[in-house]
């Protein structure tokens, strides 16, 4: 991911917050299918 990232960064600085903002982002997905998955209707 910091590969990919590293292409189109003009800094570390800059390279390492979008890193962060991807993670925090996919951190929240497990969760979200729970809630969705526990709230549909069996």
Known sequence: M???NG???KSV???MST???LT???TML???FIMVA???PS
């Open 7 to 9: 292409f189109g960064s």
């Open 2 to 4: 910091l590969v990919i």
């Open 30 to 32: 497990p969760p979200i």
């Open 13 to 15: 600085q800059e390279m």
């Open 38 to 40: 526990y709230h549909l």
């Open 19 to 21: 890193a962060i903002n």
């Open 24 to 26: 925090a982002g996919t």
